[in-house]
């Protein structure tokens, strides 16, 4: 799916700082499991998508931390963590 | 001898802040422990704090919080594809003192009671992430973060709706999608005199708004609007379910860029800066979907433990963090004058909630998740009472239709026995 207009500038709104690692991961193998698919469509900053050859990709920086993708896809396809202390998004109004 | 604390909390939302508050002021020793940068900083709200239930069990708080606006007005707008029906309620009970709720922004809001916490003496520690919990011979312990491992006579596990903590201690699973939403938000700022023209308003007074139908494309869920002192919380929450089984696929960003440019709430915001997005998962699931409340050195509370409700025309979970924070300190408090902080003394937790609103409100309301997840409700009926309001209205070039006719063809048999199986499910709630 093609990016969604003015996303990107919406995320860059918000105050996230660096974490040493991602703190969500696809688990190797898992590119390709129809249950990541649904990432594309929930999760609420648009970070999944899917290639052309059918695998998913994960772009951790903009994450929300909402939780909604690991409610959709389970932790048998994704690693998930929250970013270490202090790291992360930082809500100035939530 | 090493430390102990009485309590250690994971997480300062509202559910940690509450516990801890209470905990503190009976000067238990209690360590709260938050993953962001200050408490609030991870949260997200609608939102919308009523007050009537937990007035009482905070009475000292309330004077100086940094609410934003008090609510004085409340709507809905049921949306169809072309047109809307919008209800708007006033009265004189929502504009006298003390008012029944108000629109507050979490990061403010949450920092600030962080701070009367910590007054009370409980002690907060930012910036750390608790990564497992401390458990021996089937006993939680404490807790392990950032390498330290700290230890306490009980865990109250307030981190949210994912809450891993309960999960670790196996109080809960993961939990299927059918059991949340997502919501999302952005926060547009408007200069407070518009806001107050627009939406009719003077002084601190607020509007709220829910919108239900097309916003969601037929999804279980809803739009929501709140007004703040200089700006207005603007979103969407849909079920989870829904939204990743598509029919229609629908990217979640898109149906808040779509609600946006409705027009009957691109005016509201019109020019608005927005200055900040957010999401969170909601627990939706109701009282089949709460978690086990108490193990063996462990209390669960707020979204933790699955406290947040939709019941259509409200949308709360708030009020039930504090409370059963609240009622998790309570339970500890007894526990540390018995001196016996076992499972047993400890599920006094349990007994409390289940007297107070929120194990009752959840009883009560035990059939909405049920009676809400209806696709009728999201599509066929907003479009049939916008038609219905549509050809009421119309008046055509020839001669006007009977208004009863107007209306009946629209309410034949094959419709009227859906639509009366439908109320019997609506009934319950």
Not at chain 2, 158 to 167: H, I, Q
Request: aromatic share 8%; charged share 25%; hydrophobic share 40%.
């Amino acid at each position: 799916m093609s990016e969604i207009l003015g996303l990107k500038a919406k995320l860059g709104l918000d105050v996230f700082k660096h974490d040493k690692e991602p703190h969500i991961k696809i688990k190797p193998g898992m590119e390709k499991d129809p249950r990541l698919k649904r990432a594309v469509l929930v999760c609420p900053a648009g970070l999944y998508e899917e290639k052309e050859d059918g695998r998913v990709e994960l772009t951790i920086d903009g994450c929300l931390e909402c939780g909604t993708c690991r409610i959709a896809c389970g932790t048998e396809v994704l690693e998930w963590y929250y970013p270490s202390g202090g790291a992360g998004v930082q809500f100035r109004f939530g | 001898m090493e430390e102990k604390f009485d309590a250690i909390i994971v997480g300062a939302g509202l559910a940690g802040l509450g516990a801890a508050y209470t905990l503190a002021q009976e000067g238990l020793e209690v360590l709260l422990l938050e993953r962001g940068d200050y408490p609030g900083s991870k949260n997200v709200t609608g939102g919308r704090l009523y007050l009537n239930p937990i007035r009482d069990l905070f009475p000292d708080l309330w004077k100086k919080a940094p609410f934003e606006r008090h609510i004085t007005q409340e709507g809905v707008s049921v949306m169809a594809g072309a047109r809307s029906l919008n209800i708007s309620y006033r009265g004189e009970e929502l504009e006298q003192e003390p008012y029944q709720s108000y629109s507050i922004l979490r990061a403010k809001f949450d920092r600030w009671l962080s701070k009367q916490a910590e007054r009370k003496g409980a002690m907060l520690v930012s910036r750390s992430r608790v990564d497992d919990l401390i458990i021996e011979n089937g006993r939680v312990e404490g807790v392990y973060a950032g390498g330290d491992e700290l230890r306490s006579q009980v865990v109250i596990a307030c981190d949210g709706v994912l809450s891993m903590m309960a999960e670790k201690a196996g109080l809960r699973k993961p939990g299927s999608a059918k059991e949340f939403g997502v919501g999302y938000k952005e926060i547009i700022e408007l200069d407070s005199a518009l806001i107050n023209d627009r939406f009719g308003l003077e002084g601190d007074e607020g509007a709220a708004r829910l919108f239900m139908g097309e916003v969601t494309k037929g999804k279980f869920g809803g739009g929501f609007l709140y007004t703040n002192k200089e700006s207005i919380s603007l979103g969407i929450v849909v079920g989870i379910q829904d939204l990743m089984e598509g029919a229609p696929a629908v990217q979640a960003p898109v149906l808040l860029d779509e609600f946006k440019q409705r027009p009957e709430v691109a005016r509201l915001i019109k020019g608005g800066e927005t200055v900040e997005y957010s999401a969170h998962v909601i627990p939706e699931g109701g009282l089949k979907s709460l978690t086990k409340l108490s193990g063996d050195g462990i209390l669960v509370a707020g979204d933790a433990a699955g406290f947040s409700m939709n019941i259509g025309v409200t949308v709360r979970g708030m009020e039930y963090a504090m409370a059963s924070g609240y009622y998790a300190a309570q339970a500890v408090i007894q526990a540390k004058a018995r001196e016996d902080f076992s499972a047993a003394s400890l599920a006094a937790y349990e007994s409390m909630l289940g007297e107070s609103f929120v194990m009752k409100d959840f009883k009560n309301f035990s059939e909405a998740p049920e009676a809400l997840d209806n696709h009728r409700i999201y599509t066929y009926y907003p479009e049939l009472a916008g038609n219905i309001m549509r050809d009421m209205y119309n008046v055509p070039a020839g001669s006007k239709e009977r208004l009863y006719p107007t209306v009946k063809k629209y309410l034949g048999l094959g419709e009227l026995w859906p639509m009366f199986k439908d109320m019997r499910k609506v009934m319950k709630i």
